[in-house]
């Protein structure tokens, strides 16, 4: 299993950013996908979860009406669009599947 996460970096608060994840190794249209982030200092926490064929989302309350989590099962990639972006969003965003995690990218929100 791999998963690979890409598009983090510095954005201002209120901006937006787009996270994805490509999968390989398993059979990603069987599979939940979930976005987890981590802060300096706190446990790693839920952001986002989608279901296998992306009919079913579920959202952290601190990020609900802000960030959309998708999926495209042709391209193996779960994407988590954040919108409206808040300085407390600042943390390593991971992916998580079928008991894997990627590698994280680091998203800070500053002016």
């Known amino acids: 299993v791999q998963l690979v996460e890409s598009g983090g970096g510095l954005v201002q608060p209120g901006g937006s950013l787009r996270l994805s994840c490509e999968a390989s190794?398993?059979?990603?249209?069987?599979?939940?996908m979930r976005w987890y982030r981590q802060a300096p200092g706190k446990e790693r926490e839920l952001v986002a979860r989608?279901?296998?064929?992306?009919?079913?989302?579920i959202y952290a309350d601190s990020v609900k009406g802000r960030f959309i989590i998708s999926r495209d099962n042709g391209k193996n990639t779960v994407y988590l669009q954040m919108n409206s972006v808040k300085p407390e969003d600042t943390a390593i965003y991971y992916c998580?599947?079928?008991?894997?995690w990627g590698q994280g990218t680091q998203v800070t929100v500053s002016s």
């Open positions: 989608i279901s296998s064929a992306g009919g079913s989302t």
């Open positions: 190794g398993f059979t990603f249209s069987s599979a939940v």
């Open positions: 998580y599947a079928v008991a894997s």
